[in-house]
């Protein structure tokens, strides 16, 4: 192939390419723009954080239980939470360290004296895990999702509202045919 062959060469889009990448970013950041406004605003209210934290606190929870089912290994993260909730006790700002913090360190550190009963066989963090999901992270979570449902619908009510005027202005927008100039 000759220099002069290659310069003559036009060469063919590749699929992939930057440019039609660039118009598939086009298409999707407004979309991840309009979610991220979103779920900036849900959680701009105490109740949906609160509750996130609940929800989280949960899951570890509930993780924690599941290993204390397995005797000898599953101790080890039960008494981890059970010191971190020591911890929490000597600063605010470790208390989210405290994975039960409605569940007192007296039922904390009894409920692991079933295990020593048991030889290790009883998941003694279910108790502090089951405590704190009903007296605390329940509750927490039910007002989460009865802001989240509040503010969605008064987000859905606005859109109502305004349907017209949006509509109009996503058009405008959308509407790529040249307008006739006024001379």
């Given at each position: 192939?000759?220099?002069?062959?290659?310069?003559?060469?036009?060469?063919?889009?590749?699929?992939?390419?930057?440019?039609?990448?660039?118009?598939?970013?086009?298409?999707?950041?407004?979309?991840?723009?309009?979610?991220?406004?979103?779920?900036?605003?849900?959680?701009?209210?105490?109740?949906?954080?609160?509750?996130?934290?609940?929800?989280?606190?949960?899951?570890?929870?509930?993780?924690?239980?599941?290993?204390?089912?397995?005797?000898?290994?599953?101790?080890?993260?039960?008494?981890?939470?059970?010191?971190?909730?020591?911890?929490?006790?000597?600063?605010?700002?470790?208390?989210?360290?405290?994975?039960?913090?409605?569940?007192?360190?007296?039922?904390?550190?009894?409920?692991?004296?079933?295990?020593?009963?048991?030889?290790?066989?009883?998941?003694?963090?279910?108790?502090?895990?089951?405590?704190q999901l009903k007296r605390e992270d329940?509750?927490?979570?039910?007002?989460?999702?009865?802001?989240?449902?509040?503010?969605?619908?008064?987000?859905?009510?606005?859109?109502?509202?305004?349907?017209?005027?949006?509509?109009?202005?996503?058009?405008?927008?959308?509407?790529?045919?040249?307008?006739?100039?006024?001379?």
């Open positions: 192939m000759s220099a002069e062959s290659f310069e003559k060469e036009t060469p063919q889009p590749v699929e992939g390419s930057a440019l039609e990448q660039a118009e598939e970013l086009g298409e999707i950041l407004p979309a991840a723009i309009d979610q991220q406004t979103r779920w900036r605003r849900l959680f701009a209210d105490e109740r949906i954080r609160a509750g996130a934290a609940a929800a989280l606190r949960t899951m570890i929870n509930t993780g924690i239980s599941a290993i204390d089912m397995f005797p000898g290994i599953g101790a080890v993260p039960s008494w981890i939470a059970d010191g971190l909730k020591w911890v929490s006790r000597f600063s605010r700002k470790t208390d989210f360290l405290d994975l039960t913090p409605a569940v007192s360190k007296r039922v904390a550190i009894g409920s692991e004296a079933l295990e020593f009963i048991t030889l290790d066989a009883f998941p003694s963090h279910a108790i502090e895990s089951t405590l329940v509750p927490k979570m039910i007002a989460a999702i009865k802001a989240m449902i509040e503010i969605l619908r008064g987000e859905q009510a606005d859109y109502q509202q305004n349907q017209a005027q949006i509509d109009g202005a996503i058009a405008t927008f959308l509407d790529e045919s040249p307008q006739p100039s006024e001379a």
